[in-house]
Every structure is written in C-alpha cells, then in structure tokens.
C-alpha cells in the first residue's frame, strides 16, 4: 500500500528518460520522410495553483478544456480517436481521464475498462505503449514519448502493440496537483 487505495502498481515510478522529435510544416514534411504524421489539434489549460480553489476532485478541468480545444483544431470528436496515451500516473487518474477526454460518460470509466475497450483489440485502445506505470514518468520526457509512440503507432510501426487501423492519435499529458496543467495533442497520418 503507498495511500489507500493505492498499491505500488497503482502509482508510476518517476524515472530518467530522453525522447527527441523533428517537427516542420507538413509542405516540407515530404523532404524527410515518405510516411509523415500531422499535428491537427493542440489544446493546453490550466487550473489553479491552489486545490481548494478547484471545482472538482473528480473532474481534471485542464484536461477538459484542452481536449476540447484540440478536438475542435483538428475538426474531430472524441469518437473519431482510434487509440490514445494518456497520462496515467495513477490508477484514479487513468479512469478521470477516459471521462475527461469523453471517451465514455462521467462516472462509467470503470465500465470502460470491464467493457474491454481501452486494450489492444479493443474499440479505442489507450496507453498501447504501457504507459507511464510500465515504463515509468521521465517528467521533462513524458509528452515527447508519448508522441514518439503516437508516431509508431500512425505509421504501423510498433510491433507486437500495434492497434490495427491506426488513422487518428491523441497525447494528454498533464502537470502539478490535481493536475494545474494540461495538453492535448491530435495527430493523424494523413490530412484530415
């Protein structure tokens, strides 16, 4: 036990880690490869520094105004997203997150889960990656990787996880208590 109700493997390790990414415009993007991926969506919130100034301890109000800001960029819904990673340094964040994100209803992330549909196989896999309870939270790292594996994923290159499909990838990433930050990123392998 760490903090009821959370156990060891409830709760990602902070961890050394480096990921790099070579962004430019998507008319030059053919001069560096023959398969790019394409930013479509950004959206970044934030909260209050002070917790008891927040609305909710159920709710990542950053995650929900970031995703939607970039759900509304890329010109998509959260029912488009084929497979997602998202920042799941715990358990409890994991499963605010699905809902945050409106990948299921407030207080059906549970059911998410028993459905199957976050898995590999399943109809909207998240963190085929591990995510960050598998292979640990390089804080300065955490958002790079997980575009690093959205990249693998949209250019059917990662292997034994691979989601089957892969058109449309969204990163979250979240910062601080509660969290006080957080971004959303839209990434597709052509142009939508």
Known sequence: MVAWPFGLLDCCPVT????????TR????????????????????TNPANINMRASFTTMTPTVGASQQAYKMAGVEPRDIDFAE???CFTGTELITY????????????KFIDEGIPYIGGGKPINP????????HPVGATGAAQIVEL???LRNQAGDRQVAGAEIGLQHNIGGSGPQVSCVHILANKLL
């Open 16 to 23: 050394d880690g480096a990921a790099a990414l070579i962004v």
């Open 26 to 45: 998507s008319d030059l993007a053919k001069r560096y490869t023959d398969s790019p991926v394409y930013v479509h969506g950004a959206g970044f919130s």
């Open 86 to 88: 998202v920042h799941d």
């Open 99 to 110: 809902e945050d994100l409106a990948f299921c209803k407030k207080g059906e992330g549970g």
């Open 129 to 136: 990656s591990g995510g960050l309870k598998s292979h640990g």
């Open 151 to 153: 990249f693998l994923q």
